[in-house]
């Protein structure tokens, strides 16, 4: 993190220099100072590797409740320091201090670090870090006291232990070292000159950001209808501090309608970093495409995109292999190369995975790491949002609350099903067995420690069994399912989270060592440690499923999922972290659900704005003769073949029918393509890939007449700018609703026994609003442009209920057609004027 600079009146100053005390004071903690400047050689293990910090916390209690009598624990210690012109104020805490007990032994202060292995086994760069700590706490003390009192006989020297504690032996490990002050002094200048040559460059930096903020003009002529209302509502937010919630229909601008104010902010020193999510390319793409074009008009503001690792990281690229180890060569030497890369990159504009990518090239370091190593150095940070909000990945850097930060968090209406998944977990028999077999013959351990956890699971399915409370499931009768609370510890399947403890921590000896899991198991052990971290989050909010499929087969699959049904308290307790929350999307109603599913307080401001286009553009039709519900769809497939006949055929273009599931999306294809086989149709295919995506968009461009069949809620139907003539109509079949199953009915249930304002709109909750978000979205993808015209077709009798209508953009002007006829008058009327 960014250092603070103070005004503050600097302690005592050891160092005869009176212009010390006329400058700004640089607050730094002793943990900051030793993370940027003494961290040296390899880049080592996964994130997830080493003790848990509450295994650190609970073996630093045991050991300081053992401290002889006089010692005293978390020792606090803060000193001035002046070097290089920079008056700097230096902050910590050492784990235990020993005074001096007689003249010939001098103070000691110990440091404790908890490890799996032997300390002779921990990789040497980790055991320099840890050291470099002590040495510094150890200057600080000497300083400390020779500001306090007259130097003593026994003043220059101190004793530092290192305290490695083994938590598999349960033993520790004393390190003791007896350093003078010049050896501490010439120590801690060092790591204090390489601070302050790159805090100087960084305030140089950030001082022409705002610079250039506080002049930057709105790079627009004009503002579009409703852009001034959410830019002056967003600055008021991040000024003032708090959270807002916008619905901003498509065509407003919502990206530089936001970024402008929120820059300007910085400009006056209301923020010191904006975080941007969102969870589509296409959204980050207009960001960089906003700020490149800010950045035309004099700001200087430095860009950095994060890119997940598995599409960022050179091994999985192909652009390098492992050595012999297991270790990928651009993780020896990393933090040796890393200060020379930070120079580079310091104030680019565009800190791209492109720029990133070729910096960490030349230099042959990882390059999702680099673009973590720069996240304290970026004015605005773009990324998805389970880097603010995910438990297992969200970065620590951004939970730093001596930084004033600001969120942007686009497209908000995906936010609440996505964190209920990142509070999910689920551990699978089957997935554990294979982790199990790839161990064989290479991590004898290892895999002994997989085989307990099957074990484990299978105990937890026969006790359910013996219980007898299984919930039915329709229709399924090979699958067996039982719901228990987490609330109470009596429910907690604890025996197989002791079994998945074990698992991960045999995983994090190997780590110590310098040895790796297979790669094989990777994947798995992300779905163990979600499981432990989510296991220890969960309360009233989760519920255990236990599933059993196939339960007659030799080697049925067992699942144990611990389900998250509400996420608002933990995305609140992330947005504490945040100086202002501005959450925008063009489907964000009604406010009660919004709040809700966003995780905000209910009294913060919420702006609806109006749509900046003509109604005229948008020729919205209701068929309410179409019945698109499970038990009516083999009726209705005939009238859905003819109304997409008639949609297609009333003018010349491009179209996209989207439907509620691919089965569906089957049926009526196979029935339009045997009526109507000179149509060229394009159907979406599941789990398509990036590249089988893009060809179908090929079909959508300017110029063609494609007629597409997609999923609604799918990729297609949200976050694509289908601008002009690649998009003139679309048609919804049904009105979106999720699937109905166990999980959803849970939700649905947990919404009807919530507090009393939301008593009875389970079925609201869980499915009427998300599918209308559904709907909105999708039919948001026909008028993108001022020149757009186009028409939507709802296709379900359910869109004319008193519910869904109430839900409607208040720019739809809706025509009820009655029949098929009907249907095809109105689209005439609608065309006739580009037809004239």
Not at 280 to 305: C, F, H, M, P, W
């Amino acid at each position: 993190m960014a250092a603070a600079v103070s005004e503050v009146d600097p302690v005592e100053n050891t160092v005869s220099d009176d212009k010390a005390k006329d400058l700004p004071v640089l607050e730094l903690s002793v943990g900051e100072l030793v993370a940027f400047a003494c961290r040296r050689g390899d880049l080592v293990g996964e994130r997830t590797g080493g003790p848990s910090a509450q295994e650190g916390i609970r073996v630093h209690q045991k050991l300081q409740k053992k401290r002889p009598p006089g010692s005293e624990a978390e020792y606090l210690l803060q000193v001035q320091w002046h070097c290089d012109g920079q008056a700097v104020v230096l902050r910590g805490r050492v784990d235990i201090l020993h005074p001096q007990t007689d003249l010939h032994r001098p103070v000691q202060l110990d440091e404790i670090k908890t490890t799996y292995c032997p300390p002779e086994h921990l990789p040497e760069s980790a055991r320099q870090l840890h050291w470099a700590q002590l040495k510094i706490y150890g200057f600080c003390y000497l300083l400390q006291q020779r500001r306090e009192a007259e130097k003593a006989a026994t003043g220059d020297r101190i004793a530092l232990q290192m305290l490695w504690y083994n938590l598999k032996e349960k033993k520790g490990y004393p390190e003791l070292r007896e350093f003078n002050w010049g050896e501490l002094e010439r120590f801690t200048s060092d790591a204090l000159r390489e601070y302050l040559l790159w805090h100087r460059r960084w305030q140089q930096h950030r001082q022409r950001v705002r610079e250039s903020a506080r002049v930057l003009a709105f790079p627009f002529t004009d503002y579009r209808a409703g852009q001034r209302p959410l830019a002056v509502a967003a600055y008021r937010c991040i000024r003032d501090g708090g959270e807002l919630v916008v619905e901003a229909p498509t065509g407003i601008g919502k990206t530089v309608s936001t970024l402008f104010p929120a820059i300007k902010s910085m400009g006056e020193e209301h923020v010191d970093q904006l975080v941007y999510l969102t969870a589509k390319n296409s959204g980050r793409e207009v960001v960089r495409d906003t700020i490149a074009r800010l950045q035309e008009n004099g700001l200087t503001l430095s860009l950095l995109q994060i890119q997940a690792r598995e599409k960022t990281c050179a091994c999985s690229l192909g652009l390098c292999s492992r050595d012999a180890d297991g270790i990928c060569p651009r993780t020896r030497g990393f933090f040796d190369r890393l200060p020379e890369a930070r120079h580079q990159l310091l104030g680019e504009p565009l800190l791209t995975p492109e720029v990133l990518a070729e910096v960490a090239d030349r230099l042959q370091l990882c390059p999702f790491e680099l673009s973590l190593q720069m996240l304290p150095w970026a004015d605005l940070v773009v990324c998805d949002f389970n880097y603010v909000f995910d438990p297992l990945v969200r970065l620590n850097v951004l939970q730093d609350r001596a930084q004033r930060r600001a969120l942007l968090v686009d497209e908000a209406h995906n936010l609440g099903d996505r964190a209920r998944g990142m509070f999910t977990a689920a551990l699978n028999r089957s997935e554990s067995r294979r982790a199990a077999s790839a161990c064989k013959g290479t991590h004898p351990t290892l895999r002994r420690s997989i085989q307990s956890l099957v074990l484990a699971l299978d105990k937890w399915v026969a006790e359910r069994r013996e219980e007898g409370s299984r919930l039915a499931v329709t229709g399924d009768d090979k699958t067996e399912l039982w719901v228990t609370s987490l609330a109470e510890s009596d429910s907690r399947p604890l025996a197989v989270s002791r079994a998945a403890d074990k698992v991960a921590t045999v995983v994090s000896q190997l780590w110590e060592q310098g040895q790796s899991a297979p790669d094989d198991i990777a994947d798995w052990l992300k779905a163990l440690y979600r499981f432990l971290c989510i296991e220890q989050l969960a309360a009233e909010q989760h519920r255990c499923l236990t599933r059993v499929r196939d339960r007659d087969a030799p080697w049925q699959e067992q699942q144990l999922k611990l389900l998250c049904l509400d996420a608002a308290d933990y995305l609140q307790q992330v947005y504490r972290q945040f100086h202002a929350i501005i959450a925008f999307s063009a489907t964000l109603r009604p406010p009660a659900y919004v709040t809700r599913e966003l995780g905000v307080q209910s009294a913060s401001s919420y702006l609806q704005l109006p749509s900046p286009f003509d109604p005229q553009q948008l020729g919205v039709f209701l068929c309410p003769y179409v019945d698109t519900r499970y038990r009516a769809r083999d009726r209705a497939t005939d009238a859905l073949v003819d109304m997409v006949a008639r949609v297609y055929g009333s003018r010349p273009g491009n179209y996209l029918v989207f439907f509620p599931s691919y089965r569906f999306m089957k049926l009526v294809a196979d029935h339009f393509a045997g009526r109507f086989p000179q149509v060229d149709l394009v159907l979406q295919q599941s789990g398509a890939s990036e590249s089988e995506r893009a060809a179908f968009l090929e079909h959508f461009t300017e110029g063609r007449q494609s007629l597409g069949f997609a999923i609604m809620g799918g990729v297609f139907g949200e976050g694509v700018d289908y601008v002009g003539e690649q998009l003139v109509g679309t048609i919804l079949v049904g009105v979106g609703l999720p699937q109905v199953n166990e999980e959803q009915e849970l939700l649905r249930a947990a919404y009807d026994s919530g507090s009393e304002a939301l008593g009875g709109t389970g079925f609201d909750f869980a499915y009427r609003y998300p599918g209308m978000t559904r709907v909105l979205q999708t039919a948001g993808r026909v008028i993108r442009t001022e020149s757009d015209r186009g028409v939507v077709i709802l296709a379900d009798y359910r869109f004319s209920d008193p519910f869904y209508r109430a839900l409607y953009p208040e720019h739809w002007q809706v025509k009820v057609c009655s029949d098929g006829e009907a249907l095809s008058n109105g689209l005439s009327r609608f065309w006739e004027p580009l037809v004239s």
